[in-house]
Nanobody, 123 residues
């Protein structure tokens, strides 16, 4: 099973940008569908974005479309989530996940998870 470690979270003002990274070890990330989820206090974990093992097919939650971009560098065994035009409602712990079925948005569809990285957007 692949191990995932997220980084890149922090505090940013509304309208700012952050790039989250998800470093994989144990197995190559290139064989997995990888995704990003987030969980705000008191809310369920929700889907943000995902892409196929080659990165050719991507899909986003409506809240992320036009602002977030998912990508990967298979040579570095790392996935990324570029987040632009951040809003206070984007504040959450962001999780990287791997192993899902392409097209799946349910957290239960992904078998491997990182520990999460906090993103806080101030107004």
């Amino acid at each position: 099973q692949v191990q995932l470690v997220e980084s890149g979270g922090g505090l940013v003002q509304a309208g700012g940008s952050l790039r989250l990274s998800c470093a994989a070890s144990g197995r190559t990330l290139s064989i997995y569908v990888t995704g990003w989820f987030r969980q705000a206090p008191g809310k369920e974990r929700e889907f943000v974005a995902a892409h196929s093992w080659r990165g050719r097919s991507t899909y986003y939650a409506d809240s992320a479309k036009g602002r977030f971009t998912i990508s990967r560098d298979n040579a570095k065994n790392t996935a990324y989530l570029q987040m632009n035009s951040l809003k206070p409602e984007d504040t959450a712990v962001y999780y990287c996940a791997a192993g899902g079925v392409l097209g799946a948005t349910a957290a239960s569809s992904f078998g491997s998870w990182g520990q999460g990285t906090q993103v806080t957007v101030s107004s």
